[in-house]
Nanobody, 126 residues
């Protein structure tokens, strides 16, 4: 199983980025997926999650209204559209997949995800 995240970069405050995560090696329609981030010196924190068909999503409060998680099951890809970026959004962003609940449950605890991508760095300059 592989999760390949991409799309990070350097952006100014107020700018936008779209992260992508391509999942291979498992049945993508059977997994929930999530995005997490880890800033320097901080613990990994939950950002957003989406169920198997995209009908349910869940966000951490600081990103609500600015970030949108979505997925394209035909492309085995989950996205994180990030708008109105702030310096405090600077972090390495990780995608994760949960294969244990058949994509039915949205999870915010990182230890409950069984597959992880390698991370992509997002830097927001002030």
């Amino acid at each position: 199983v592989q999760l390949q995240a991409s799309g990070g970069g350097l952006v100014q405050t107020g700018g936008s980025l779209r992260l992508s995560c391509v999942v291979s090696g498992l049945t993508f329609g059977d997994v929930s997926t999530g995005w997490f981030r880890q800033a320097p010196g901080k613990d990994r924190e939950f950002v957003a999650a989406i169920n198997w068909d995209g009908s349910f999503t869940y966000y951490v409060n600081p990103v609500k209204g600015r970030f949108t998680i979505s997925r394209d099951n035909a492309k085995n890809t989950v996205y994180l559209q990030m708008n109105s970026l702030k310096p405090e959004d600077t972090a390495v962003y990780y995608c994760a997949a949960d294969s244990t609940t058949y994509g039915m449950v949205l999870i915010r605890e990182p230890y409950l995800y069984d597959y992880w991508g390698q991370g992509t760095l997002v830097t927001v300059s002030s």
